[in-house]
């Protein structure tokens, strides 16, 4: 598309020093396209070493700026980032949730206010990203309608595609932003990077895990913002004291907590806030660990409801809670008294999946997938009735009597085997 005939001719662009908003630029740059970088400051305070990797990853964003002959600025979100995603993360962690930062930063802080300081101080009204995804706008707006409303669509790239992310993005936000990375592959991105001399960045490894704690312990790191709160490790099976925590905060769904002593590895189940109780069962596949029912909070439709929503109650869709794990097949169905055509957008929500999950986890977000387009998501509430506690294929009883056989074949070892004082007489 020639530049004459495109609607917007400024980009600002979300440069965070990494090889996927560099290349973003050089794709933008070589289409026409006035670029503009702008490195968001989202967190400032500094590593256990002393060390602030927001001001290394400011280094290399510039460094690409001047490499490809590009304004660059730096715009401080810091106060968004506390107010918006860090402080409401720690009240999660408080009440036994797991929340989702990158979602909630998504959301509140590298859009929204990252679009109004494009258009009230960079004079554009296009942002741009490095992420992983397309909208149903085009490769260039070419299809820009505000009054349609834009689509999230997945990246062509589905293992690096990120609208799991961007799944409760604004839709204002969403009409307004380019993704010039949803036609490529990861690994051609590399390249493009490499053969552009972007040296700098071009292997740069990508950022995993949560910002903020770095190379860090997360449990250490929690304990700097929560204040311990002891309780205790229970067996869900045998319903035995099997260790001690320091605060539920510290532990989420699905984790291993190592338990000395054990025959089997020990893994979270279930938290009991109430208690200060930590329910966990032994063996990474135990039966408690999986459902096929979760309960969440009113969906954030990206674009609209969809249709079948209105005409037959309820949705057929695709469903995951982790970036990465397989889409599964589910169907949506409201968890109040209001029928769907009534409120398609405040009502708690009922997931009944094709097949039983591994943890899944309360604070969490579901998200949910028709064809190519991301709809939407909602924060998880709480998983329904695990297997174990429906007793699905008799895995209940079957378990219970093997850890009964087990404590009754244990005792009866104990009392075969001679106490100290006998060894002693006998030596």
């Not at 304004?71 to 408080?94: C, G, Q, S």
């Not at 053969?195 to 700098?200: C, E, T």
Request: neutral net charge; glycine residues 6%.
């Amino acid at each position: 598309m020639s530049k004459l005939a495109r609607r917007f001719g400024r980009v600002v662009l979300g440069i965070s020093g990494g090889v996927d908003s560099a290349v973003s630029a050089l794709l933008l740059k070589r289409r026409g396209y006035e670029v503009v970088g702008v490195f968001m400051r989202n967190w400032d305070e500094k590593d256990e070493k002393g060390h602030c990797t927001a001001d290394t990853e400011a280094e290399d964003a510039e460094w690409v700026c001047r490499k490809l002959d590009i304004p660059f600025h730096e715009v401080n979100f810091v106060k968004e980032y506390w107010n918006d995603v860090f402080l409401y993360m720690i009240e999660e962690y408080k009440t036994g949730f797991t929340p989702n930062p990158d979602i909630l930063c998504n959301r509140h802080v590298k859009f929204s206010p990252f679009l109004k300081h494009a258009q009230e101080h960079l004079n554009s009204e296009i942002i741009a990203t490095g992420h992983y995804a397309r909208t149903s706008f085009g490769e260039d707006m070419e299809y820009y309608n505000p009054q349609k409303g834009a689509k999230l669509m997945q990246a062509i790239d589905r293992l690096k595609d990120q609208t799991f992310f961007l799944s409760q993005i604004p839709q204002r936000s969403l009409q307004q932003t380019m993704f010039p990375l949803g036609e490529y592959n990861k690994a051609v991105v590399r390249k493009i990077a490499a053969a552009a001399n972007l040296d700098r960045v071009a292997q740069k490894r990508d950022s995993t895990g949560i910002c903020f704690i770095g190379s860090r312990d997360f449990q250490d790191f929690i304990s700097e913002y929560i204040e311990d709160n002891p309780g205790n490790f229970v067996d869900i099976d045998t319903r035995e004291i099997v260790g001690t925590h320091k605060g539920i905060h510290q532990w989420t769904v699905g984790q291993r907590c190592h338990l000395g002593g054990k025959r089997k590895a020990y893994f979270i189940a279930e938290k009991n806030v109430a208690a200060n109780d930590i329910l966990v069962v032994a063996g990474s596949d135990h039966p408690a660990l999986f459902t096929s029912t979760i309960f969440t909070e009113p969906i954030h439709w990206v674009h609209r409801p969809p249709s079948q929503i209105f005409s037959e109650g309820h949705l057929d869709c695709m469903f995951r809670f982790q970036n990465t794990a397989p889409l599964v097949q589910c169907v949506l169905t409201t968890h109040d008294v209001n029928p769907w055509h009534r409120s398609p957008t405040q009502n708690n929500m009922v997931v009944s999946l094709a097949k039983p999950l591994r943890a899944i986890t309360p604070g969490q977000f579901a998200v949910f997938y028709l064809g190519d387009e991301c709809v939407g998501s909602a924060r998880i509430i709480r998983p329904g009735p695990s297997q174990y506690m429906l007793n699905v294929d008799n895995c209940r009883n079957r378990i219970l009597e093997e850890r009964a056989k087990q404590s009754s074949f244990n005792l009866q070892q104990r009392k075969n085997s001679p106490s100290p004082s006998e060894e002693t007489r006998k030596d």
